[in-house]
Structure formats: structure tokens, C-alpha cells
């Protein structure tokens, strides 16, 4: 470990550390004006640029000349209040970290980043322990984003317009006080690690079913007290941290059922008998209604719905050892079991099946954390 203090330059690394440095603002900026300079007759470019606990408030002039291809930039534990123009000229940027300052006030990002070339060459960005009460519109045409760090900001929500971030792989959003999820976070086809521990999260849309790449979901801490079913879709979940939520701890059962249209059982009579026919036989509304039918995933029956189903929370099992509650839908009142209040040791249809079908994608968990 180096020295606190020491200005170190590695050259086969092409680093340049000035951390914690005790030299005023002008001092280190006249210090990276030389370095700059340095480095513009150099036959190897500097790559690697650390600049943290350092009392900056803005960034150095120096960084709009003679750091262009600069590729990490850290600033993290500073003072500073706005990332400025400066920014902009570091056009081979791949990593910015920017954690524990004060920046979340107007014109905390520089104006015009997403037309930059910051938006093709950033890949990893941290702006955590800062101010955020909501995410930059200009993040999220940062289409390169393979890492974005939000955690510990006071979030509010997720945009919808995050599904931009097409090429991202993690993100960290835990420590807000984001209440909802929005299904479009499930648009998100690379995302591998998803964090929103520490939140206010009531539920947790089906949508998130669609992230076939997630290996790794933090619901820490939160406000659920169930999961929808389809999470059983996601074949290379790993690990699913649970812990700190009021999970319920027995059986429930929506109690309020309005009835099925007398168009939703006539389209249900002909799914179930398999009754055939043609799109000459029908209108296209009715065709593209037909189309629409979802199983029942009650095993022993058979059946299935359209706009009418019944909503029940189901226990199963993962590793033989923890118990999570899923959320179902069922196409009558007739396929969900009554509630047990005594215990876990309920030897209802309904558990049985929940459990049967538990034990096929119990592999697929190897992990479950619930605390």
C-alpha cells in the first residue's frame, strides 16, 4: 500500500495517484498541468488517474488538455458539487468513479454528455453516496453502460426509460427510497446483478421474469411480502437475498372474486374442450382474444383464464430449507386451497402442488438468504 500523500506514478502501468494529498486545490492542479505536459511528448499515454480525498470541489482545469485518452478517472470522497466541461474532453473515458460527494443539485452532470463520446466509451460509473433524488436523464442515453451505481443517493424511483441501458450487466441501486419497481427494468437482457436492497419495495413486478442473464437479485431489507411466481423463470439465478422483509408467514388468499364474462367462459369452454377453429370462423377481435388465455397453474386442473383470475400466495420450498412466498394466479376460486393458520406442516392440494413444482426449479437457487 502506498503512502497516504504520495504522488505515484507507475509507468508500466500508466497510473498517476494523487490521493490524499495534503497541497491545496492550485497546487495539485498546477501539478497535473505538468504531468499533462509530460505526458504530451511520451511515447506511452497515461491511463489510469486517481485523484480521491483530495478536497476538491470541482474538477481540475488540467483534465481538458493532455488527458485524452485517459481511460479511469477517480474522484471519489471529494466535495465536489458538479462533474464539469471538463469531463467532456476525456473522449476515451471508460471508467468514472465519482462516489461519496455532494453531487444531486441542477447541473451536477455536464451539459451535453449524452451527445458526447462519453456515451460510447463509458462502461463503469459510480455515483454513489451523493445527493440524487432521481436518476439523470442524461445516464440513460449512456448506452455503452455496462455498471451504473446509484446506491446510497435519495432516489425516489427508477424511470422507465432505464430499458435504455441496453448493454448493462450490474446495477446498484440499494440504500434510496425507491417504492416501486418498473416493469421496463425487466428489458434489460445482459443484466446480471441487480441490487435494491435497502429500499421501500412493496412488490416485485413479473416483468423481472424477462432477465434470463440475472444470477444475482439483493431484495434486502424492503417491504415485501411476497414474490411473484414467474420469478421461478429465471434459470441462472444464483443467489436472491430476502432478509428483512415482512414476508408473510402463512397462506393468503384474495377474497374478492367478480365473476368471469360471459365472453371470458365462452372463450374459456373452447380452450379447455379444444373446440377448433379457422380465422374465417371468427372476428379478429375475438381471434386476438383467444390468443390471450393463460394456464392455470394448478397441476389437477387443467383449466385457464383471460381477464378473470384469482390472486393466492403459495409457500414452496428452496434447498430443502427456507420457504418463500410466491404469488399465483388461478383461473377460479375452486383451484385455490383455504388457509392454514396452524403451520407450515399444511398437507393442502394447493402447498403440494406449489412444492412439486418447487422441487424441479430448486436447483436452480443455490443460494437463498433470507436472515
Known sequence: MEEAGAVVATAGEAELNLSRLSMSPETLESEL???????????????????????????????????EHLQLLDVSGNALTALGPELLALRGLRTLLAKNNRLG????LPKGLAQSPLCRSLHVLNLSGNCFQEVPASLLDLRALQTLSLGGNQLQNIPAEIENLRSLECLY?????????????????SLNYLVLCDNKIQSVPPQ??????LRSL??????????????????????????????????VRDLTYDPP?????????????NISYTPYDLPGNLLRYLSLASNCPNPKCGGVYFDCCVRQIKFVDFCGKYRLPLMHYLCSPECSSPCSSASHSSTSQSESDS????????HRMQKVLLG
Open 173 to 189: 441501486l440499494g440504500g434510496n427510497f425507491i417504492k416501486e419497481i418498473p416493469p421496463e427494468l425487466g428489458n434489460l437482457p
Open 105 to 108: 443539485g441542477p447541473g451536477s
Open 261 to 273: 364474462t360471459l365472453l371470458e367462459l365462452a372463450a374459456r369452454t373452447i380452450k379447455i374442450r
Open 208 to 213: 423481472l421474469s424477462q432477465l434470463h442473464s
Open 355 to 362: 412444492e412439486d413444482e418447487a422441487s424441479v426449479a430448486a
Open 33 to 67: 498541468e505538468a504531468r499533462g505536459e509530460e505526458r504530451r511528448g511520451a511515447r506511452e499515454a497515461l491511463l489510469r488517474l486517481l485523484l480521491p480525498h483530495n478536497r476538491l470541489v470541482s474538477l481540475p482545469r488540467a483534465l481538458g488538455s493532455g488527458f
Open 218 to 251: 439483493s431484495l434486502h431489507n424492503n417491504l415485501l411480502t411476497y414474490l411473484p411466481r414467474e420469478i421461478l423463470n429465471l434459470i441462472h439465478l444464483e443467489e436472491l437475498s430476502l432478509r428483512g422483509n415482512p414476508l408473510v408467514v402463512r397462506f
